[in-house]
């Protein structure tokens, strides 16, 4: 370690005798310890990564005079979010089958993309029921990143969707 | 090695900004989206486990302009030293009934107050007057939603339909990063 000294006394070679002066070391033990722990705090407090976000974009309330547009109801799919990170869903909206599923890689992402292949233009329709968390619903719109769906929506929930999810006791 | 060691403390002092104290701990969800939260002209929603809505503007001057339109609504004077403390102010939940009251304490005693999360109800609907002021006074706000996993999704849905009543449709969920899967 780099070191600060001095030599003690003057140059006098005259033959005195005198006491010999301690060199004036500094020692920078102590320095060096503050210093690492400033680093070790810093280091540890630092937050390197910023959050990252996700982007939505909601549609307008519809106005009065809108034309709603018409879907072919077989290009539907609509994924009910249920507590317990269920996520039921069923294809087509007259007299469905509704089916579970969950948010593993084989679970819901397999099903979208199943049913992606085999419907042209599908429409995903995003349900949460009351008991759904909020984490549910990111993890769903990340699923949709995922397996790149172009069409899908988050609407609200309706009895119909309630009652099909408690009759099918899944 | 004492000379690195002093240059990286340097370092990390000058570039570490401390984590803004929140009222509550916020445990994010995980999203595999890659964008980065902007640093400036955010307005945070936060929301935790209990479904409490806290609120949150960056921006000194923008907020104690804000203070003073909500203030003129909703009938409560506040003046420079309640602007003053207002404008450091980390994020709230307090109905803007409390916010004169809250903002006299000192901030120790800030943190003993139970906060009970700004209204979001049809009745009374406080957030929706705290984006729509706010967003008067910075247009060029983006707002993001800092939820919390657990938190109940009617309470996010409140939140995000009195964004799209006030005809707020982009906005941001803040996410934890995750890795995506390998793309097929």
Same mark, same amino acid.
């Given at each position: ?20 002066? #301690?060199?004036?070391?500094? $020692?920078?033990?102590?320095? %060096?310890? !503050?210093?690492?722990?400033?680093? &070790?705090?810093? *280091? ?56 579970? #599923?969950?948010?593993?890689? $084989?679970?819901?992402?397999? %099903?979208? !993309?199943?049913?992606?292949?085999? &419907?042209?233009? *599908? ?48 | ?184």
């Amino acid at each position: 370690m780099s070191e600060v000294s001095q030599q003690g006394g003057g140059g006098k070679k005259d033959g005195k005798v005198r006491s010999k002066k #301690s060199s004036t070391r500094i $020692d920078m033990t102590p320095m %060096v310890d !503050l210093a690492f722990l400033l680093l &070790t705090f810093f *280091m540890l407090t630092t937050t390197f990564n910023k959050p990252q976000t996700m982007e939505i974009t909601m549609p307008d309330k519809p106005k009065p005079d809108d034309v709603v547009p018409e879907v072919n109801e077989r290009k539907v799919l609509t994924l009910v979010l249920g507590e317990n990170d269920k996520v039921y869903w069923y294809k087509g909206i007259t007299d469905p089958k509704i089916e579970v #599923s969950n948010f593993s890689a $084989d679970g819901i992402r397999k %099903v979208l !993309l199943t049913q992606n292949a085999q &419907t042209k233009d *599908m429409i995903v329709l995003i349900k949460a029921l009351e008991k759904s968390k909020y984490k549910n619903m990111v993890d769903i719109l990340d699923e949709m990143n995922i397996t790149s769906m172009k069409r899908y929506a988050i609407v609200k929930v309706t009895d119909v969707d309630k009652d099909l999810v408690k009759e099918s006791n899944l | 090695m004492v000379d690195l060691a002093f240059l990286l403390v340097t370092f990390f002092m000058l570039t570490t900004k401390f984590a803004p104290e929140e009222p509550v701990a916020v445990d994010m969800p995980s999203s595999i989206s890659e964008i980065k939260l902007p640093e400036v002209n955010i307005l945070t929603i936060t929301i935790s486990t209990d479904g409490i809505v806290f609120f949150n503007m960056d921006g000194k001057y923008n907020r104690q302009e804000l203070l003073g339109k909500i203030g003129a609504k909703y009938g409560i004077p506040f003046d420079d030293t309640d602007k003053e403390k207002f404008s450091l102010l980390p994020s709230f939940g307090i109905p803007i009934q409390g916010m004169k009251q809250f903002l006299a304490m000192s901030p120790d005693e800030r943190k003993t107050v139970n906060q009970t999360g700004i209204p979001t109800d049809s009745l009374n609907n406080q957030l929706a007057d705290w984006v729509v002021f706010a967003r008067t006074t910075n247009p060029g706000l983006r707002i993001a939603i800092k939820g919390d996993r657990e938190s109940n999704y009617p309470i996010v849905e409140k939140v995000i339909n009195t964004l799209i009543d006030n005809r707020v449709t982009r906005f941001n969920l803040i996410t934890n990063m995750e890795k995506g899967p390998i793309k097929l």
